[in-house]
């Protein structure tokens, strides 16, 4: 499999929009980094608002600072802006920031650009942080072209397909073990309407690369679709590009959740938790909010792997991780941060301290054996272990693919054409133009990218 040649720091980079919307977001709120590098003994992290992370902040000082004398200062934003004041940041080698959440879409890019610090020397030195626990899918999406680790996860997740039970029995369905998207449709049209205002499925409609962008790529690359073949060749009008995108058109608009092109992760959490969908395709870290001891969902739910149509699995990978910036003066200190943050020591901790639930998981798998958690997590913990040990980050679809990732493309233009093709994929599920209109349109996008990367 070819990879894209090392490019030069492109202004694009500096414009990465939301990833996968995994979790919903809390207000932004920032806390004392200031205007300059860390120093003495103290690091700046740079960080995501979501709710694992503001966890791990107020965790911090009682627990990793008392242990090691380490201060750590914490800036905290909404993902968007993180996204930008990091690749601001680490571009510019500007070594404000020691550590920052990266996912596994920008770690590989970053490392290829030279800003990031190494990680394999320093998880050499420190036995007690157990590398080979952490899943083999999650190393491999955190490791670059040359071979080296460049990030920890802080936790992971796939996709999965979640569904009412109790619903499906009244109604005298049956899900399969193992899914295709077509029975998936039939099951939809037949649990549409099964309670009053119900149904069938809610898939995300929302603009965004890492909205609307990642389940419809998980459904193309099962139906034998690519963004781009190995040649760099843009594949948006292929057949099996257009069947797949069809589909998961046609699907929403006769059997997803009213306003579907609005609808986004935490719309289609809503719905589900408020009984308005049957059925729900999207990640596994859902399952911890639906199953909470508040939800009203809690114990209806069933979850079978990611449908599929002609590959063996077809769920993403995703990861909020660690990235040092290399520029770093502190990355001793840092690593020390990185390893506590990422150890099983933490997710004990954690479970202790609020809850099994709210352990940041899908990275190691220790958590899949702790007693605790599996209790706690009875109803998925098993599924989405392995839907994150099924997914092929460097291998998807049915086709040898020129640059990594599932349910994106890992290459720097990949958040500026993956948004603008949801936004034509957006306007068809409202109804404003044809799919074969908004493939039109997407592939001429396309092929400017396969200008810049053909022959290379």
């Known amino acids: 499999m070819r990879t894209p040649s090392r490019r030069r720091p492109r202004a694009l980079l500096a414009a990465v929009a939301a990833g996968t919307l995994l979790t919903p977001?809390?207000?932004?709120?920032w806390t004392g980094a200031g205007?300059?590098?860390?120093?003495?003994?103290?690091?700046?992290?740079?960080?995501?608002?979501?709710?694992?992370?503001?966890?791990?902040q107020k965790l911090t000082k009682a627990h990793f600072t008392e242990e090691t004398g380490i201060k750590v200062n914490f800036t905290v934003l909404p993902e968007n802006d993180v996204r930008d004041k990091i690749s601001?940041?680490?571009?510019?080698?500007?070594?404000q920031y020691d550590v920052a959440t990266l996912s596994n879409y920008e770690i590989p890019i970053y490392a290829r650009n030279g800003w990031l610090h190494e990680m394999d020397s320093y998880v050499r030195d420190d036995g007690a942080y157990d590398e080979q626990d952490i899943l083999k899918p999650m190393r491999q999406s955190l490791t670059a072209d040359d071979g080296k680790l460049y990030g920890q996860p802080f936790y992971g997740e796939s996709s999965f397909l979640m569904y009412r039970k109790d619903v499906f029995a009244k109604k005298g369905l049956t899900m399969p073990a193992h899914p295709t998207w077509e029975q998936v449709g039939e099951l939809a049209a037949q649990a549409d309407g099964a309670e009053s205002g119900m149904k069938g499925i809610c898939l995300r409609g929302l603009p965004g690369w890492g909205e609307l962008m990642a389940p419809l790529t998980t459904v193309v690359n099962t139906f034998g679709g690519t963004w781009f073949d190995k040649d760099w060749k843009a594949r948006l009008d292929s057949p099996e590009f257009e069947k797949a995108t069809k589909f998961y058109v046609n699907l929403v608009r006769e059997h997803g959740e009213s306003g579907a092109a609005q609808s986004g992760f935490a719309e289609c959490l809503n719905n589900m938790t408020q009984g308005k969908t049957a059925m729900w395709y999207d990640a596994t870290s859902a399952?911890?909010?639906?199953?909470?001891?508040?939800?009203?969902?809690?114990?209806?739910?069933?979850?079978?792997?990611?449908?599929?149509?002609?590959?063996?699995?077809?769920?993403?990978?995703?990861?909020?991780?660690?990235?040092?910036q290399k520029a770093s003066h502190n990355s001793d200190k840092a690593w020390k941060f990185i390893s506590w943050a990422s150890s099983k020591r933490y997710e004990q901790l954690v479970g202790d301290t609020t809850g099994w639930s709210n352990v940041p998981a899908g990275k190691r798998a220790s958590t899949y054996t702790n007693a605790a958690y599996r209790k706690e997590a009875a109803a998925f913990q098993d599924m989405t272990r392995e839907a994150?040990?099924?997914?092929?980050?460097?291998?998807?679809?049915?086709?040898?693919?020129?640059?990594?990732?599932?349910?994106?493309?890992?290459?720097?233009?990949?958040t500026d054409l993956g948004t603008k093709v949801s936004q034509e994929i957006s306007a068809a599920i409202a109804g404003r133009q044809s799919v074969?209109?908004?493939?039109?349109?997407?592939?001429?996008?396309?092929?400017?990218i396969s200008k810049e990367y053909e022959g290379r």
């Not at 977001?25 to 709120?29: A, H, K, P, Q």
């Open 436 to 448: 074969d209109s908004a493939l039109s349109k997407s592939q001429k996008l396309a092929e400017k």
């Open 388 to 414: 994150i040990e099924g997914a092929r980050p460097r291998d998807p679809g049915v086709q040898p693919r020129p640059a990594p990732g599932i349910q994106f493309v890992g290459i720097p233009e990949f």
């Open 88 to 95: 601001q940041d680490f571009a510019n080698q500007a070594g």
């Open 25 to 29: 977001l809390l207000s932004g709120c």
């Open 35 to 56: 205007g300059a590098g860390s120093g003495g003994n103290s690091i700046n992290v740079l960080m995501v608002n979501n709710p694992q992370m503001v966890e791990l």
């Open 287 to 324: 399952a911890g909010l639906l199953e909470a001891a508040d939800s009203p969902v809690k114990g209806k739910l069933g979850y079978v792997p990611a449908p599929v149509q002609k590959t063996d699995s077809s769920g993403w990978l995703y990861t909020w991780a660690w990235g040092m």
